[in-house]
């Protein structure tokens, strides 16, 4: 199984950005998936999560309204635009794979493949 983020970069506040994820070795369209991240000197935070079918979406509120998770079950791809960046968005994004349902869609130990992530910095 590989989990395959691209796409983060340097944004200027205000600006906007999309990031990508590709899974192979798995049927893509079996599985929810989330975008999380992780700021410098912070811990895990969830940011969205998306069914399977790409009918249900959730996002954390520092990002509602900013960002949109979408999938393309055709191209094993799930996407995230973030939109009105700001500097608390720096982190490195991970796309993560839900293979477990004991817990909730904002809960890590729920998705068991995860990307090595993607460096978005936001310069003010």
């Known amino acids: 199984v590989q989990v395959v983020e691209s796409g983060g970069g340097l944004v200027q506040s205000g600006g906007s950005l999309r990031i990508s994820c590709v899974l192979s070795g798995l049927d893509f369209s079996r599985y929810d998936m989330s975008w999380d991240r992780r700021a410098p000197g912070k811990g895990l935070e969830w940011v969205s999560a998306?069914?399977?079918?790409?009918?249900?979406?959730y996002y954390a509120d520092s990002v509602k309204g900013r960002f949109a998770i979408s999938r393309d079950n055709d191209k094993n791809t799930l996407y995230l635009q973030m939109n009105s960046l700001n500097s608390e968005d720096t982190a490195q994004y991970y796309c993560?794979?839900?293979?477990?349902?004991?817990?909730?869609?904002?809960?890590?130990?729920?998705?068991?493949?995860w990307g090595q992530g993607t460096q978005v910095t936001v310069s003010s």
């Open positions: 993560a794979v839900r293979t477990e349902y004991t817990r909730s869609w904002s809960d890590s130990s729920d998705f068991g493949y």
């Open positions: 998306i069914d399977k079918l790409g009918r249900d979406t």
